[in-house]
């Protein structure tokens, strides 16, 4: 079993910065694929960043050139830093885990989520 827990979230004025963290436990995450998802109210949840595990890192195109993902794996870690935010970018933010669980007989895609850190931009 894998818990997430995201942090970081807060307000902050158009045009600032913000760094997500989500922090793993419960085993390790070096080979998921950790990605960042945000839920506005009234809106369906949407992709916003990804690092596979052994792949690149890529981007919803309303997150290209300004929010970057990295992973620190020592940590077990995943952040999300976001810059020039604008008031669009308000949401709830997800960490996401997606690991392959299980004997290689039958393996099983397992996604896991945190309980989301609230992101809000505005003057």
């Known amino acids: 079993q894998v818990q997430l827990m995201e942090s970081g979230g807060g307000l902050v004025q158009p045009g600032g910065s913000l760094r997500l963290s989500c922090a793993a436990s419960g085993r390790r995450v070096s080979s998921c694929d950790m990605a960042w998802y945000r839920q506005a109210p009234g809106k369906e949840r949407e992709f916003v960043a990804v690092?596979?595990?052994?792949?690149?890192?890529n981007y919803a195109d309303s997150a290209k050139g300004r929010f970057t993902i990295a992973r620190d794996y020592a940590k077990n870690t995943v952040d999300l830093q976001m810059n020039n935010l604008r008031p669009e970018d308000t949401a709830v933010y997800y960490c996401n885990a997606e690991c392959l669980i299980g004997p290689v007989e039958r393996v099983v895609r397992t996604d896991y989520w945190g309980q989301g850190t609230q992101v809000t931009v505005s003057s």
């Open positions: 690092s596979p595990s052994g792949g690149n890192v």
